[in-house]
T-cell receptor, first 115, second 113 residues
């Protein structure tokens, strides 16, 4: 199993550009989530999904969209990038929706810079 | 969202010393998790504590969940350079985990040879 994969690993955008961060898992996990990690702020939840077709907002959802058309994939879309979205983005998955009692498997991250 | 405060934020000690990292909240959690993250990688789960007063050991690492389930600690005995990393505690955003995790800001630990 590859686990949780994320692409790209690095990305530089100009303000106003759009892009999609890809996340895929091959463990048949129902629960998937996106976090951003900023210095001094820890990891903050952006969006999460408890199964295909079901998504919900986390702590910092503004400026980001998600969809979950399949169990395997959970892309994160930046509609109009802003410098405040410069961060490292992590995708995670787990077997069940009780995130606090189940192992979250994290991808290697995407480092995004918005100029 | 329930908040988790970690202390200390940074810790640099010599190999062989003992240390304790704390994770505190004013709210009750159904469970707390500890993760370790190395540079350029995602966090990796170390342990989940569920029962108030629970103690779990992972080699030289001892994890404790407070009796009131509002706090947790990580104690490392005889720290080694390989223990260097960012340690994160996490709990359910609303106390449980159905709506995702909230993380503490982390403790940057450096073990010097």
């Amino acid at each position: 199993n590859a686990g949780v994969t994320q692409t790209p690993k690095f990305q530089v955008l100009k303000t106003g550009q759009s892009m999609t961060l890809q996340c895929a898992q091959d463990m048949n996990h129902e629960y998937m989530s996106w976090y951003r990690q900023d210095p001094g702020m820890g990891l903050r939840l952006i969006h999460y999904s408890v199964g295909a077709g079901i998504t919900d907002q986390g702590e910092v959802p503004n400026g980001y969209n998600v969809s979950r058309s399949t169990t395997e994939d959970f892309p994160l879309r930046l509609l109009s990038a802003a410098p405040s979205q410069t961060s490292v983005y992590f995708c995670a998955s787990s077997y069940s929706a009780d995130a606090a009692k189940n192992t979250q498997y994290f991808g290697p991250g995407t480092r995004l810079t918005v100029l | 969202t329930q908040l988790l405060e970690q202390s200390p934020q940074f810790l640099s000690i010599q190999e062989g010393e003992n240390l304790t990292v704390y994770c505190n909240s004013s709210s009750v959690f159904s469970s707390l998790q500890w993760y370790r993250q190395e540079p350029g990688e995602g966090p990796v789960l170390l342990v989940t504590v569920v029962t108030g007063g629970e103690v779990k050991k992972l080699k030289r690492l001892t994890f404790q969940f407070g009796d009131a389930r509002k706090d947790s600690s990580l104690h490392i005995t005889a720290a080694q350079p390989g223990d260097t990393g960012l340690y994160l505690c996490a709990g359910g955003r609303s106390g449980g985990g159905a709506d995702g995790l909230t993380f503490g800001k982390g403790t940057h630990l450096i073990i010097q040879p």
